[in-house]
């Protein structure tokens, strides 16, 4: 199950960067909880997600996964984000640390962002050793 998650995670970051967010809302579990960076308040259930997927400020979203950690139901992916500002063409290059967590009929039940300087905090998150 966890190869089959990691495939899961890469089809839904290449659907997401294409922009196919229905693709990306299909493989979300109905009560799914977004996590995002920051002090942001998390997002509940796979409508809102979609809706927060949407992109108002950018041109352009690219995620790609850079390494797998799997941990059980979750894989914690180090991934980098490419982002071009709508409008303006300001371009943002940044590294994260996500931990998915799947169900037992292989939908993404939640997903946690993590700054690249809180790696400590998503190893705990995913359930892995410190380093």
């Known amino acids: 199950m966890s190869k089959d998650n990691v495939e899961s995670i890469r089809a ?4 997401y960067s294409r922009g196919d967010f229905d693709v990306v809302q299909e493989t979300a579990y ?3 909880v977004v996590v ?8 509940d259930g796979s409508d809102s997600v979609r809706r927060w997927m949407e992109p108002d400020a950018f041109e352009s979203q690219l995620i790609e996964p850079l390494e797998f950690r799997v941990a059980g139901n979750r894989v914690l992916v180090r991934q ?21 967590t799947f169900n037992d009929e292989g939908l993404t039940t939640r ?4 700054g690249e300087h809180e790696k400590a905090k ?4 995913a359930g892995l050793p410190p380093e």
Do not use: N, T
């Not at 839904?12 to 659907?15: N, P």
């Not at 984000?81 to 709508?86: D, E, L, T, V, Y």
């Not at 998503?122 to 998150?125: F, R, T």
């Open 12 to 15: 839904i970051l290449d659907a």
């Open 30 to 32: 109905p009560e799914i």
């Open 36 to 43: 995002p960076p920051g002090w942001q308040a998390p997002i």
């Open 80 to 100: 980098r984000s490419k982002i071009r500002g709508a409008g303006s063409g300001i371009r943002i290059d940044f590294l994260a640390w996500v931990v998915w």
């Open 111 to 114: 997903v946690e962002i993590y």
């Open 122 to 125: 998503a190893l705990e998150a």
